[in-house]
């Protein structure tokens, strides 16, 4: 401005307009949006100028009577399809809605299409299902029982899917000593049918699993569908191994749930349902191990308490020889004791004799007395002999009776009587250890020894 505060012609004006978006910025904008609005969409509509380039994506248009969108389905996804569709089907589409920015155009990126209406794979599912299911492929009587405890596991699946790892986390945790055996195969696209088949003859022909699990990850109808074909469901049933269909999640049912001998929702239930839990195993074997614990206890308490019993019972061998000694004394004096009685009786008999002789005289009478009486002292000497002799030979062999309970007897014909560092008797060699000092009583001395080692003899 000049001095007179008008505007200068130099002077330059402040854009006061709102910013304006550039066209990518728009674009990008109204994409977001699109995309953030519908997460996914289902649309049913006839398909109209269908095109299919050399890089194998399809492009068309899904119209009605009054409107029309473009769509685009990529080779990723189109490739699961069995069928090629054509000009003026009506179709019914899943996919995301969406803006291709490079030219502002409003469209839907398909994941997955089918025919309008019951649509060609459930009608595929259902004629499948009655023809297997009037050949009696789905009779429970003709199901093989699932082994309670499993000694190997087989899986049908594939190497990098989710399901093996699944799986085998599951058996980790639950029974980690099963052997598993991968048997892989494709389980999703055209090649995967006979991967399957082939993979179940496999596991068959190596004759070690006699568990096999079937299946896979969750996925779409399309994803799924070689556990939905006809080769598969008869592989599964003419099976000699027990099988377990683990297919996608729990919602899904595939005609190989039907044909299998056991059905899980998912891969980890399977793994659940035919693996024993091994902290029940621990738990029984804690219980059980209790149980034989107390068990023991008791029983050792009843040994003692009849060993006790019997110990008191046991009388002592030198109080036995003592008895048996006195016993003897008291033999050898009634014996002494008769014998002077008969002798005292003898005695007087020939002193009365003697006094009839000596009253009557006669010497004839004396000299047969004389000889009746000789005769009846050899014979009153040799009773007297053999009754002494049946008195030792009773003494000798009550001695040798008792001389066989002796313990010294025992020591005499090469035992030992073995005592531990306390003085305790040793009779478990379980209860001696290497490098301990025993002493040895033997029939002439002691021995003092060190253990070496220890071998226990099983009762």
Known sequence: MDHHGTPSATASFQDTRPRALSVSELNHQARHLLESSFMQVWVEGELSGFSRPSSGHWYFSLKDRKCQVRC?????????LRVLPR?????RIRGKVTLYENRGDFQ???EHMEPAGLGELQQAFDELKRKLQAEGLFDTLRKKPIPAIPGHIGVVTSPTGAAIHDILTVLARRCPAIPVTLYPTAVQGKAATADIVQAI???QAHG???VLIVGRGGGSLEDLWCFNEETVARAIANCTIPTVSAVGHEVDVTIADFVADLRAPTPSAAAEKISPDQQDWLRQIRERELRLANSARRALKRLNTQLEHLAARLRDPRRELLEKA??????ELR???AVRQRLDRVTVRSEHLAQRLAMQSPARQLTSSRENLSRFEERLGAAIRQRLQQRREQYEHIAQTLH???????LGRGYAIVRNGEGNIVRDASKLSSGEHINARVAEGDISAVVTSVNCVKK
């Open 87 to 91: 000009e003026g089907d009506q179709v």
């Open 335 to 337: 014996l002494g004791k």
């Open 404 to 410: 066989v309970v002796s313990p010294l007897a025992t």
């Open 72 to 80: 685009a389905m990529f080779k990723g996804f189109n490739q699961r």
């Open 208 to 210: 070690v699993a006699d």
């Open 201 to 203: 003859g496999r596991a």
């Open 326 to 331: 006195q016993r003897m004394d008291e033999l």
């Open 108 to 110: 839907i990126i398909v």
